[in-house]
C-alpha cells in the first residue's frame, strides 16, 4: 500500500478560521476522521505486508517547536494507524516531505528539524527488501541543496551504484519529490493540470521547489536504475515516463514514475487516492528496467468528501424531521382544534 501527502490540515492551511477557533477544530476533526477511516478500510480490506508512505505526514511539522510538535506527531500517529510498541500489523515506511522537515536550507539551518523526524519515523535513505525487490528510499529535500545532509545523500545515492552486482536486484525509488516532466502530461487519471513547476532560491539554497532538478533525477536514476519510481508532493495523480543512461543496459531505457495523489479529502484533490502494489517474491535476477509485468498496481479512489457531508446533511435533515415529527404534527393538530373557539380577552389594569 503507498500512500502520499495525508498532511493534516492545521491553523496554517486555514488561516482564516483562526488558531485555536471551533472553525479549525472541526476541519482538523473532518480531515483525521476521513484519513483514518481510510487508512482502517485499506489495511482491513487489503492487509498488506508493508505501507509506504512519501511524505509529508504533516501539515506544517517544520514549522513547529519540540512541544507542539509532539501533539502533532500524537494526531499523525493516529490518523495514520502508525503501529507503535510492537504492534503487529503491516511494516511501515516514509520518506520525509516538505511539510515534515521543509527544504534543503531550512534542514541546513536547523538540522534539529530532520533529526526529530527520524528519530520518530525513521530514515528518509533506506533499503527495504519487500518481496523480491528493494524499496529504495532517498531524502529529496536536500538534493538540490548543499551541506551536511545533502552530502550524506548523495554519498548513500553514490553508494547504491557501487552495490549493483549479480545476482541484481530489482529497485523501486521512493521519493517525496518528482522528477521533473517537461511535457506536463499525466496521463487519464489527472484532475488537474500539471503544475509548471516553481524552484525559490539561489544555487544550492533552495527553499522551494516542486521537481528535482535535472541533474539530479539524472543522477538518481544512473545510481538506483529503478524499475518504478513512487512520488508524492502535487496532491494529484501523475503517470510520466523517464529516459536515463543505464550502465547495466548498456545505453538508454525508459522507467515510469507514478506520482500518487494526496490521501486527504482537504488538500485540493476532489478524488484522494492511494495505490496497491503486487510485488513479486522473486523478481529474477537479469535487469530489466521497464519492469513489465513484474510489478501490478492498482489505483484506488476515495469518495469525495463534499458527497459525504451531503450525505450526512441529508441524514440529518431526515433524522430530525423523523424525531420532530409526531410532537409537531400533535401541535398542530391541537391549533386547528383551537380555531373557531370564542376567545375572552381581558384587560388588566
Known sequence: MVTADPQLVDEYTYRELGRRSRALAFAEAVCDAYVRRTMKAG?????????????????????????????????????????????????????????DVGYSEVIRHHPRILARFEEWYGKSNFVERIGGVDFVGVNAMVLDGKGPATDETWAFVDGLSAQKKEPYVKRVLVTHLPLPNPSQRCGPFRNSQAIQGRTLGSDK?????DYLSDES????????????????????????????????????????????????????NDQPSYL??????????????????LIQHKLCFLPE????????????????????????GELIAAAKKFEGRPVIALCFR
Do not use: K
Open 205 to 209: 539554497e533552495i527553499i522551494y521547489q
Open 43 to 99: 489495511l482491513r480490506r487489503f492487509a498488506p505486508r508493508n505501507v509506504v508512505f512519501l511524505g509529508d505526514l504533516f501539515g506544517q511539522g517544520a514549522r513547529r517547536n519540540d512541544d507542539e510538535w509532539r501533539a502533532l506527531r500524537r494526531r499523525v500517529d493516529a490518523a495514520l494507524w502508525w503501529p507503535r510498541n510492537g504492534d503487529g500489523g503491516p511494516l511501515y515506511h516514509t520518506v520525509a516531505g516538505n511539510h
Open 305 to 328: 468528501i463534499r458527497e459525504i457531508l451531503r450525505t450526512y446533511a441529508h441524514v440529518g435533515v431526515v433524522s430530525v424531521l423523523t424525531i420532530l415529527g409526531p410532537p409537531l
Open 276 to 293: 496497491m502494489l503486487t510485488v513479486p517474491e522473486a523478481a529474477g535476477e537479469s535487469f530489466d528496467a521497464s519492469g513489465s509485468g
Open 217 to 268: 533525477a539524472q543522477r538518481l536514476l544512473r545510481a538506483v536504475e529503478p524499475v518504478l519510481v513512487l512520488s508524492g508532493h502535487d496532491h494529484d495523480q501523475c503517470e510520466v515516463t523517464h529516459a536515463y543512461e543505464s550502465a547495466l543496459a548498456g545505453g538508454t531505457v525508459a522507467v515510469t514514475e507514478i506520482t500518487v495523489g494526496t490521501v486527504s479529502a482537504l488538500n485540493g
